[in-house]
């Protein structure tokens, strides 16, 4: 994997931590263009791709939950 691609993995895991935590991640950093730190735990940078889908599908979870929460509220008060 290339500097760049690595680069890319850690910004697309800052966006899935926001959406879902609605904060910034601590302790991310680049150990090399294979391997990162996340948390204090160090993992190769597919290991990061892996965890950030989690992280997405887990939001997505969540964002499906609230539309079927926001739709029962509303068909109560109708």
Do not use: C
């Not at 160090?42 to 926001?70: D, F």
């Amino acid at each position: 994997m290339t500097g760049y691609d690595a680069h890319r993995v850690m910004r697309g895991y800052v966006d899935a931590y926001e959406k879902l935590y609605k904060r910034t991640p601590t302790g991310l950093r680049a150990l090399d263009s294979d391997w990162v730190v996340v948390n204090g735990a160090r993992m190769r940078i597919g290991e990061l791709e892996h965890l950030t889908q989690q992280l997405l599908l887990e939001y997505h979870q969540l964002q499906q939950k609230r539309n079927v929460v926001a739709r029962l509220i509303k068909w109560f008060k109708g």
